[in-house]
């Protein structure tokens, strides 16, 4: 059986609002709009997920409590850029809220978060790592 990611779905709470940043902030190409101003579908530059808005009433979470024990938060989505390191710098630059980039050891990355508060990860894992891979 062979099997793949199709999309992921973002709840936001201001469509227009929204398709407008992630087009400015994460370079993604609008695709179209749902009927009844219910989303919006997205396509990457590279890769072939597609990323979909949905405009919801409230605020829906988007991250996890990982344990109990910890404050520790984990997104629900991470997306893979180039440079992690580049990617930091301008979503800083444009005054997004980010958190530091932290190297895990095998990976490097970063949280991010749109306009709806929705918590996004930036990872990159490094050379020689079972889950690195080129852009090509």
């Not at 938060?73 to 980039?101: I, S």
């Amino acid at each position: 059986m062979k099997i793949r990611i199709g999309s992921i779905f973002i709840p936001v709470t201001d469509l227009e609002r929204s398709i407008k940043w992630y087009a400015e902030h994460l370079g993604l190409q609008l695709v179209n709009r749902w009927e009844n101003n219910s989303g919006a579908g997205f396509s990457f530059e590279h890769g072939d997920a597609f990323l979909g808005l949905v405009n919801v009433e409230r605020r829906q979470p988007t991250d996890f409590e990982v344990s109990k024990d910890s404050s520790f938060r984990n997104c629900y989505y991470n997306f893979e850029p180039e440079d992690v390191y580049a990617m930091h710098t301008k979503l800083k630059e444009n005054d997004v809220e980010v958190t530091d980039v932290i190297d895990y050891g095998p990976m490097v990355g970063f949280d991010f978060f749109d306009p709806d508060g929705n918590c996004l990860s930036a990872v990159r894992d490094k050379q020689g790592q079972a889950y690195y891979r080129d852009f090509d």
